[in-house]
């Protein structure tokens, strides 16, 4: 795999893991229940990040190697077409599966 796509998914996954971070309240708790809650609220924020950014990767990774080899499949027996598109669109599912648990930890 070429240097500057694992360079930009890396910052991708960075980018959500800031994102997470800084979204996260940072009120100041007066009582310790409400520090307990915070802290939740942040480890939330840093599993939403998680999900979606390492989903994320592993997506783009899955899409990339499927399409290479689903282009190079099609050029060769055109009726391929369909499962060459099969094939890539289960690598998608993988972000989309990790955008849908950052919303089951986010909401739950």
């Given at each position: 795999?070429?240097?500057?796509k694992i360079l930009f998914l890396g910052l991708i996954a960075v980018?959500?893991?800031?994102?997470?971070?800084?979204?996260?309240?940072?009120?100041?708790?007066?009582?310790?229940?409400?520090?307990?809650?915070?802290?939740?609220?942040?480890?939330?924020?840093?599993?939403?990040?998680l999900a979606v950014g390492l989903a994320g990767i592993g997506g783009g990774y899955a899409v990339g190697v499927a399409g290479a080899s689903a282009i190079?499949?099609?050029a060769e027996k055109p009726e391929m077409s369909g499962n060459a598109l099969l094939?890539?669109?289960?690598?998608?599912?993988?972000?989309?599966?990790?955008?849908?648990?950052?919303?089951?930890i986010l909401f739950t």
């Open positions: 795999m070429n240097v500057k980018f959500a893991l800031v994102m997470a971070i800084e979204t996260a309240p940072t009120f100041a708790a007066e009582t310790q229940q409400a520090a307990q809650t915070m802290g939740v609220t942040n480890y939330k924020m840093l599993g939403a990040g190079s499949a099609v094939i890539v669109a289960l690598g998608e599912g993988i972000a989309i599966y990790g955008f849908v648990i950052s919303l089951l």
